[in-house]
């Protein structure tokens, strides 16, 4: 008995032995042709993935007052197009929808390269890299959320941040968690953290418009705080933003007959206002031939304000269509280009009585906008205001002039609704009935798709 | 490796030990002191053979008095005898004759042998008696109909290396659906026919858990254990010749049902009168025109007079391509099989060495099968019995040559029209309209380019088309006995397997002259270009497969007075198995220097048949891939049996691999089973004199199966460039760190019985099976990155029975035997998140179809309102109203609202083998059914018909005018091709039909010529067999003509084979 126990120690033991072992044994990959992303040069490839890390929601764009469609050219377009140009209850008729896959499968690509580097040792050689690399995944993550709160959680007040719905906030890459939605000021923390974060990381500007930098991140801080009211911020932001670049495109270089007069602004550096690129989902809506521009906007353009034939193309019978996108294509821009901080900035004078320096901010952008004339000398005469009031005001609508389309318009009628003597109400007229959106209605926050809700349980926001 | 076999060899002879004293003897049996010639006398422990005169006498010089001998022979008790206790001078060695006794049945695990009384699992053990009776030369084809519970399923394209085998059902959706396959401990992945069934001894399948889980993971279809033949202690040198000849016959062309070359010709008229072929006459790409539809051409251009016209078409249409094929592509197939085996054994050593060779001509001509096989075991027993050490080395060379690709299912033949001439009147091929126009063709030919013409019968003469496979695995296994109750083993295997296919397509094949001319430039001076350049064109793929499998375990078997026993098993198992796999194509080979010459990969060319097309690429076929597979488990198994009545037996199994993540292993979930055994006919209180045998058992577990397809971590897809000119990379495969292998849960409860004097033997067993964390796709929140996940989210339930039974229904001089195997089974999907992808996905007969509630396999169809009376439309339903909007009709289609039929598999099946003997002749009839199942005719394809090719002869019968709606399904031909009428009519309602077959197998005759009532005969036994597979249908339920599993070209019925065979025991 005694050989017994011997012989079976020795065997525990040559087991044990292996056991050490074995974990490398089991690490092979099964198939050499499998790509596990794990270097550095994995994961910039993955953040250099447009379609899915320069992309976010469309929609916004339909819901706003800066275009319409006749009643016989809405037929044209697809149900999600006029359940949102409308403002109806339901929108999403096919169970799920782009605008949330989209910038979710954004935050999933930016977890995965957060859990990736998460493996990867950082040492001196590749600590540039590194941090850069970190620095962008954190960015898009919050990119992304950004642009779905505008969506689908509540506009923001601080004084009911803590009770409204935010959205869920994934932070890693398992598929297996599914999350609550939370609630705003986790939603407005994350997103300010991760900026906040990542903005040392990464470079003042980045060799393609495509991937994050510090001008891209000032020009987030600056558009969350102006939301939040926090004007303050707001403001240090932009000036931040400014500090590294202040250029304008003189439109008076712009080919103003051209189809697509702006530089393109998603090809390496060509586009000298653009520091990031952010493609919306197309729904054929800005691009089509017969979404025309409101008249009482397009009235708005004085005759010698260059945006007047660069923003739009004649399709007769006074109807304009939008052709300015700083992507020089049907695609909408919705990224972070100079003449928006410009905008941003003097709002934030114009909010803090500062009237004249809003007025210069707002000057410096008009300039390069309106025609000059043939001695080089601008048409454009410097605005004027009585009280920062009414130089807000001034601001506010060439805010709404110079950013349209850019998915703006519906972040600002939610920020402005919450703000006394600013809200307004929307009309959409379709077979002699009017459709209204009173300030501060539910409908100014999206349902969320039904596959999601029905996977994950969470909860839908009240229409 | 030359030096081991010489080593191996001669092992058992090197052991002899000096000797010193003289005894004579004589060997005679107990009944009438008749002497023994025929008697084998061994030296123990030196173990040296002792000649035997006639008389049955044998003399030994300079014995040490240690020696023993053994004295054996055939149907006696082997006797030893020590030497020591022998005096001198005469020795008699009395022999006492067998008594032919019920053997015990054992089976065998992979890891141990138990007796079938003492086993809890379901086990169905397979002998070599019943193995031989068919003759193939694989060893998978003869379990069919003699399993209960298995069955061979129809599918579309069989997967490589695997058997389309099923045991019980499959309980799994996208993951491995083939059973386990062990041969001589470990798992055999590789190609089945590279096992000799000459060499297998006999075959178990393991059904349920508590059988199978002790091999986990990967046990969840089943497993079939195959153990080849080791020689035998004690036993004479036995040799063993098997040679067989099987022909095949030649298969009927006409079975399938297509139109006459006649009606293809009217058809081509018509469509030529239409106006049908001008456009094609017009292309840009030179599109071939059928022979009828130029002499159309020709007689309208008046380039021939109607009348020859007329009169050629009109010979046109009395040549039949499938006469042609009968003659000139098939032949009948000719299988010959040889196989030799010696076999033996000592007190301390036993060996078995085989040599096979397998020749196959298929009905395709100029195709072969090859096959070389060697295999050698030898067992050693050293320190008086205690270990034993066995050496086995496994040697298969196989050669394929597949020359002939112009099979009735090649897609060479598709492209044929059936009034094609293969040959001359004198048997010379002759070239048939392929791919580009006569007129297209001679021109180019006039201007240099290669011959154009295509010529089907000197195709498979150029052809150099074949595959190699080198296999050898080689074993070495320590077994050694600590105390009687306790032994520990190692056992090693390493298997190699080199593969090779190799297709050098000649300079004169089509293939090659068209690839050339189609790449060709032309200069305006007229000189040729040729970017692909002249030569053969050489596709070569190399596989090679390494694998080792290390193997320690211990096994403690006691038993206490009788009353208690106790065996256990426990060890740890490791395999690595690795495929690399590299493959190119040369161009411009020359066979005779090996040489090759380079091509421009990179650059575009420009088609010499279509000038517009300007962006050809050199096709590039080099590839290179590498697998890698790992396993490490632990396992245990425990039998407690008490008082010979009672069994409770356990095992568990831990798998970790490479496949899962470090988060599976690490959470290392055992596969368990437990069961339970009560022999009833044991007890005191037992008294059933009908039933003297009586048994229970009830048992329960799981069996896991693995899914290499999907990857525990994150992958991903590099793309070329964004449009920022930077590599990009696409998620296609979210990490899922809880991704595990897929279980299945059986429960299997049983009876086995017997009554008296054994007429009736049988097992009854229920089974429930159910997968559970299959492999499926399901919706998922987006919140998450991904709107569908595939993972274990699946799950199937499943119930049947098995029963098989045996009834000695005459014993007297006409022994009368039946075997009955009945099978049930009722399998069904009970979670599955994702619909299938369109109204399609549900039409397919052999791809799954997951719905709730539902078979995996189901066939579904649109239900048939009957053809419309005035145009003789197929109609459906559309908002319950008779419609003929087939899109609608489609796309408001879903797994709900259309017919559900049932099961595409069957669910009752089985067999029923009689076996009549007479004295040393036997003859064996195999009876098999299919029930509960449900297939889909085929039918005309208009599309098809309007597009002039071709189709089935249900065209003939289709609706003409007003009122044959009342005879016939068949719709009217259509105006124009709708391939939504198409679609609507192939998968309606009224081309389903029931499955439901019983088929005439097999008839198998054999006559024993034993040396006892032959003496002169030079053997010790002479069998001679004839074997006639795949006779015929009996009974089908549909009114088809056809086999109901049998439908379409791409599976022709397997045509009636004669085998004849001779076995010789030396």
């Known amino acids: 008995m005694k050989r017994t126990i011997a012989y079976i120690s020795v065997l525990v033991l040559a087991l044990g032995t292996f056991s050490n072992c074995k974990k490398d044994f089991l690490d092979a990959k099964p198939n050499k042709a499998l790509l596990v992303p794990s270097s550095l040069t994995d994961f910039q490839a993955i953040l250099d993935n447009v379609t899915v890390m320069n992309t976010t929601v469309g929609l916004p764009n339909i819901a706003c007052d800066d275009f319409y469609r006749s009643d016989a050219n809405l037929v044209a377009m697809s149900a999600v197009v006029n359940n949102t140009y409308f403002w109806r209850e339901n929108i999403f008729d096919d169970l799920s929808s782009n605008d949330w896959d989209v910038p979710y499968k954004t935050v999933f690509y930016a977890n995965v390269v957060l859990d990736g580097l998460a493996l990867v040792a950082r040492n001196e050689q590749n600590s540039a890299e590194f941090d850069r690399i970190k620095g962008s995944a954190l960015f898009f993550r919050s990119m992304a959320f950004f642009h779905l709160s505008q969506m689908f959680a509540v506009p923001f007040e601080a004084s009911s941040a803590a009770n409204g719905f935010g959205i869920p906030l994934p932070l890693n890459s398992n598929v297996n968690n599914l999350l609550g939605r939370g609630n705003l000021k986790q939603t407005y923390d994350q997103m300010i953290n991760d900026f906040t974060v990542s903005f040392p990381l990464l470079p003042d500007r980045s060799k393609s418009t495509n991937m994050p930098n510090k001008c891209a991140v000032y020009g987030y801080l600056a558009r969350i705080y102006l939301i939040m009211g926090n004007i303050g911020n707001a403001k240090k932001y932009a000036e931040e933003y400014l500090k590294i670049t202040d250029k304008l495109i003189d439109f008076n270089t712009l080919n103003s007959s051209a189809a697509r007069p702006m530089p393109n602004g998603g090809v390496a550096n060509a586009n000298e206002e653009v520091v990031f690129a952010l493609f919306l989902n197309g729904y054929a809506y800005d691009s089509s031939t017969t979404t025309f521009v409101q008249p009482e906007l397009y009235q708005l353009y004085e005759d010698n304000d260059l945006r007047k034939v660069c923003f739009f193309a004649d399709r007769g019978n006074k109807n304009y269509t939008f052709k300015g996108s700083y992507f020089a294509s049907t695609s909408s821009f919705g990224g972070i280009a100079t003449d928006e901080v410009y905008l941003i900035k003097a709002e934030c004078e114009a909010r803090l009585g500062q009237t004249t320096v809003a007025l210069d901010y707002l000057h410096k952008l008009l300039l390069t906008r309106w025609r000059k004339s043939n001695a080089g000398t601008s048409t454009y005469i410097k605005k004027t205001a009585v009280n920062s009031t009414e130089a807000l005001k001034i601001i506010l609508q060439e805010r709404r002039k110079e950013l349209l389309t850019r998915g703006l318009r519906w972040s600002d009628l939610r920020r402005l609704n919450t703000l006394a003597g600013a809200e307004q109400s929307l009309v959409r007229n379709n077979n002699m009935s009017a459709y209204i959106l009173i300030p501060n209605s539910l409908r100014y926050t999206f349902p969320i798709p039904l596959n999601e809700t029905l996977s994950s349980g969470i909860q839908q926001n009240p229409r | ?1066």
């Open chain 2, 1 to 1066: 490796m030359k030096y081991f076999c010489i080593l191996f060899f001669l092992l058992p002879w090197c052991l002899d030990a000096l000797a010193q004293k003289v005894v004579r003897g004589q060997v005679v049996s107990v009944t009438g002191n008749k002497p023994l010639p025929k008697a084998s006398i061994y030296l123990e422990p030196q173990h040296i053979g002792i000649p035997v005169d006639s008389a049955g006498r044998f003399t030994l010089h300079s014995i040490s008095p240690k020696s023993r001998l053994s004295v054996s022979h055939l149907g006696y008790i082997t006797k030893s005898i020590l030497l020591d206790s022998v005096s001198d001078t005469e020795l008699i060695v009395v022999l006492e004759e067998q008594v032919s006794q019920l053997e015990q049945v054992t089976v065998q695990t992979g890891y141990q042998t138990i007796t079938k009384e003492r086993a809890t699992g379901s086990f169905v053990k397979v002998d070599n008696e019943l193995l031989n009776r068919r003759v193939s030369n694989d060893i998978i084809s003869r379990l069919q109909d003699v399993v209960p519970g298995l069955t061979f399923n129809s599918v579309a394209t069989p997967v490589a290396n695997q058997t389309s085998i099923s045991i019980r059902g499959q309980s799994t959706l996208s993951s491995r659906t083939d059973p386990l396959i062990i041969v001589d401990n470990f798992p055999f992945e590789g190609d089945m026919n590279n096992i000799n069934p000459n060499d297998v001894e006999d075959i178990t399948i393991l059904k349920d858990a508590a059988a199978a889980s002790i091999w986990g993971a990967k046990s969840g279809n089943g497993v079939i254990v195959i153990t080849t033949k080791k020689g035998k202690l004690n036993s004479g040198p036995k040799v063993s010749l098997n040679a067989n000849l099987n022909i095949g016959a030649r298969p009927d062309l006409f079975y399938l049902q297509t139109i006459s070359p006649s009606t293809f010709i009217d058809i081509e008229a018509e469509l030529f009168t239409k106006g049908f072929y001008n456009s094609r006459e017009a292309s840009v790409n030179k599109t071939a025109l059928n022979p009828v539809v130029e002499l159309l051409i020709a007689r309208r251009d008046g380039k021939l007079s109607s009348e020859v016209a007329d009169r050629q078409i009109s010979m046109l249409r009395t040549n039949d391509i499938r006469k042609d094929y009968e003659k000139y592509v098939y032949q009948l197939s000719e299988d010959q099989q040889y196989a030799l085996n010696v076999s033996g054994g000592s007190a301390n050593q036993r060996y078995f060495i085989s040599a096979g060779y397998d020749r196959n001509m298929p009905n395709l001509k100029g195709n072969m099968f090859q096959r070389i096989s060697f295999n050698a075991n030898n067992s050693l027993y050293f320190l008086s019995n205690k270990l034993e050490v066995t050496t086995s080395v496994y040697f298969l060379n196989s050669n394929q040559t597949q020359n002939n690709n112009q099979g009735i299912n090649s897609a060479a033949y598709s492209t044929l029209y059936p009034y094609a001439q293969l040959a001359d009147g004198e048997g010379k091929a002759l070239a048939v309209t392929k791919d580009f126009r006569r007129s297209f063709t001679q021109l180019a030919e006039e201007n240099g380019l290669l011959d154009w013409s295509y010529r089907p019968l000197d195709e498979i003469g150029m052809a150099d088309n074949s595959s190699k496979q080198n296999e050898y695995r080689i074993n070495a296994n320590l077994i050694y006995k600590v105390i009687p109750e306790l032994s520990l083993a190692a056992y090693y295997q390493y298997g190699h397997n080199n593969s090779i296919s190799r297709n050098r397509q000649d300079v004169e094949t089509y293939f090659t002259r068209n690839l050339i001319n189609t790449y060709t430039i032309a200069s305006p001076d007229g000189s040729l270009q040729r970017p692909i350049p002249m030569g053969d064109i050489l596709d070569q793929r190399t596989s090679i497969t390494t694998n080792h499998h290390v193997r320690a375990i211990a096994n403690f078997d006691k038993s206490w007075s009788g009353v208690h026993g106790l065996n256990a098993i426990a060890g740890m198992e490791l395999s690595d198995r690795k495929q690399a796999a590299n493959g190119y194509r040369l161009y411009g080979y020359d066979g005779e220097h090996a040489t090759s010459q380079m091509v421009n990969y990179i650059s575009n060319f420009t088609s010499y048949i279509n000038p517009a097309q300007t962006t050809l690429r050199i096709q590039n076929n080099d590839s290179n891939s590498e697998l890698i597979d790992r396993f490490v488990s632990y396992y245990t198994n425990m039998a407690y049996n008490f008082r010979g009545r009672y069994t409770f037996s356990a095992s568990a199994r831990i798998d970790n691999s490479n496949l899962f993540g470090v988060d599976a292993n690490q959470r290392g979930v055992p596969l368990y089973s437990l069961g339970l055994g009560w022999e009833a006919s044991r007890e005191d209180f037992y008294e059933l004199d009908f039933l003297p045998y009586l048994r229970l058992r009830l048992t329960f577990g799981y069996n896991g199966n693995v899914n290499k397809s999907i990857s525990a971590y994150t992958t991903a897809y590099y793309y070329g460039a964004n449009s920022y000119n930077l590599p990009y990379a696409s998620i296609l495969n979210p990490p899922n760190p809880e991704l595990r292998w897929e279980r299945v849960r059986v429960g299997n409860l049983a009876v086995d019985f017997r009554t008296k004097n054994n007429r009736i033997e049988g097992t009854l067993e229920y089974y429930r099976k159910n997968g559970i964390d299959l492999i499926g796709r399901t919706p998922y929140a987006p919140q998450t990155g991904i709107t569908t996940f595939v993972g274990n989210n699946a799950s199937t339930k499943g119930q049947g029975l098995d029963l098989s039974l045996v009834t000695r229904n005459t014993v007297g001089k006409l022994k009368w035997t039946s075997n009955i195997l009945f099978s049930s089974l009722n399998e069904k999907v009970s979670k599955y998140g994702d619909r299938v992808s369109g109204t399609t996905g549900y039409l397919g007969t052999y791809s799954i179809t997951p719905t709730v509630g539902k078979p995996i396999y189901a066939i579904y169809s649109f239900e048939s309102a009957g053809l419309d009376p005035i145009n003789g439309n197929p109609r459906g339903f559309l908002n319950g109203n008779p419609a003929t909007d087939y899109g609608a009709i489609i796309a408001a289609s879903n797994a709900e609202n259309m017919v559900y039929h049932g099961s595409a598999r069957p669910t009752i099946y089985g067999a029923l083998r009689n076996t009549f003997s007479v004295g040393s002749l036997s003859l064996s009839a195999n009876i098999s059914y299919s029930l509960g199942y449900y297939f889909r005719k085929e039918s005309v394809n208009f599309d098809q018909i309007l597009n002039g090719n071709g189709g089935h002869s249900d065209y003939d019968l289709r609706w003409r005018k007003p009122g044959d709606e009342v005879f016939t399904n068949i719709p009217s031909l259509p105006m124009a091709t709708n391939a939504s009428r198409n679609l609507f009519y192939s998968n309606s309602s009224t081309l389903v039909d029931k499955g439901d077959h019983i088929r005439l197998r097999d008839l198998q005759l054999d006559y024993v010529f034993q040396k006892r009532h032959f003496p002169n005969l030079p053997f010790q036994q002479i069998r001679c067999y004839v074997f006639i597979n795949n006779i015929g249908i009996i009974w089908k339920a549909t009114d088809s003509k056809l086999d109901p599993d049998y439908q379409t070209r791409f599976a022709l019925p397997p045509v009636r084979t004669y085998a004849f065979g001779l076995q010789v025991n030396l």
